[in-house]
C-alpha cells in the first residue's frame, strides 16, 4: 500500500488548510485509517481516525475545527482544518491499517504563523 499525502503550505492563524491522502488501493479496504501529526522535538500523535463503518475519532484540542472524511471518487482520506492555531504546526502524516499491518506516507508539512 502507498500513500501520498498533499495539501500542506503556511497559512495564518484562523486559517484553513485541507489535507489529502491518495491510496494505491481502494480505500474500503481498510480496516481504519487516519491522520497523525509530529512537530519538532515531540513524538508523533493521533489527531483524527475512521474506521472502515465511518466511526471517527479526534484528538480533544482540534475538535470542532477538524474534520476527517473519505472520497469515493478520489479515492483519498482528507483532513479538514479550519481555524488554525500555530500549535498545529506539524509534519502530518496519514496512516491506514490493512491485513493487520499499519501503512504510512511521507508526510505533509503544515506550518501556521502569521
Known amino acids: 500500500v502507498q500513500l501520498v499525502e498533499s495539501g500542506g503550505g503556511l497559512v495564518q492563524p484562523g486559517g484553513s488548510l485541507r489535507l489529502s491522502c491518495a491510496a494505491s488501493?481502494?480505500?474500503?479496504?481498510?480496516?481504519?485509517m487516519g491522520w497523525y501529526r509530529q512537530a519538532p522535538g515531540n513524538q508523533r500523535e493521533l489527531v483524527a481516525t475512521m474506521t472502515r463503518t465511518g466511526n471517527t475519532n479526534y484528538k480533544d484540542s482540534v475538535k470542532g475545527r477538524f474534520t476527517i472524511s473519505r472520497d469515493s471518487t478520489k479515492n483519498t482520506v482528507d483532513l479538514q482544518m479550519n481555524s488554525l492555531k500555530p500549535e498545529d504546526t506539524a509534519v502530518y502524516y496519514c496512516?491506514?491499517?490493512?491485513?493487520?499491518?499499519?501503512?504510512w506516507g511521507k508526510g505533509t508539512l503544515v506550518t501556521v504563523s502569521s
Open positions: 496512516n491506514v491499517r490493512y491485513t493487520g499491518f499499519n501503512y
Open positions: 488501493i481502494s480505500i474500503f479496504n481498510f480496516d481504519a
